[in-house]
């Protein structure tokens, strides 16, 4: 959203790191390219004119280069995505899955959306809850996320209620009212337009349907941020060299995590937007959070 800077940037003074791009989400500077004072004011045209920007980990970029920037991060990580999260995570990822899966209430027969899917995680675990009389729908936006889920499902059986479908979380092609269960994980953050995305999942879940997002958030305790901190910045992208020679994906999944909407700014996002009883559960220490929302 384009919020206007000049009220905000007053308040950002007082945090005395703006660089830092944490400083920036947190004080809402999400803002039009704004270059020094005067000659915004002598060329109102050139204000008017100026795309919006938005931000890429700590970089500030067009709004329509975000998606490709966000497409080339996963393109390149695709291949190694689940060995990544495995050694990242110490293996905890999956039981954030399975605590995903339970709050999701999906039943046999159920229509289960997976968006932001992936390589399949929650998927698999769906297909065997709904059974032959229900669905899921893969969707990612990226073609080569997207394969190696395919190919990784295909491989371990899970076939026949189950489609895979190249999609944009922002501009979901379903039918209003369609789904019982919306799941996103780990794939709000990159999204351009959040507000969009999450407008857009409440339009094809049912009355009564559930939208769980699983994502990083901001941890609870200040002394194990700090630590949190040094392990983001210092061993995620050297563990990205050295498995998938690309230490600028990882470096960008660290920074990404600091610019997300903490635990309560994404609650009020998904009431804004329409979801009633929106709830959050931390998970290690809020390093991770689970929001529920019900569709009235
Ligand atoms: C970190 S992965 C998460 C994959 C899986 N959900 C998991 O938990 O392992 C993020 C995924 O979001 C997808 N993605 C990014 N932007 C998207 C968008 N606008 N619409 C749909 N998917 C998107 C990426 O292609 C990528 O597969």
Redesign the pocket.
Known sequence: MIAPCDRRRRRARACDNLAHGACRARLGLECRPHSSGESDMTDPRKERDAEPTTHFGYQSVPESQK?QK?AEV?HSVAARYDLM?DLMSGGVHRLWKRFTIELSGARPGNRVLD?????G??TRQFSRIVGATGEVVL????AS?LKVGRDRLLDKGVAGNVKFVQ????KLPFPDNHFDVVTI???LR??THKEDAIRSMLRVLKPGGRLLVLEFSKPTNPLFSRAYDTYSFSLLPLMGKLITNDADSYRYLAESIRMHPDQETLKGMMVEAGFDRVTYHNMTGGVVALHRGIKP
Request: hydrophobic residues 55%; proline residues 0%.
């Open positions: 998606a966000v996963f999260n968006i932001a899917g992936g390589t995680d929650l969707a990612d936006i990226n996320m999609a944009d979380a922002e994980a780990f794939g990159n999204v």
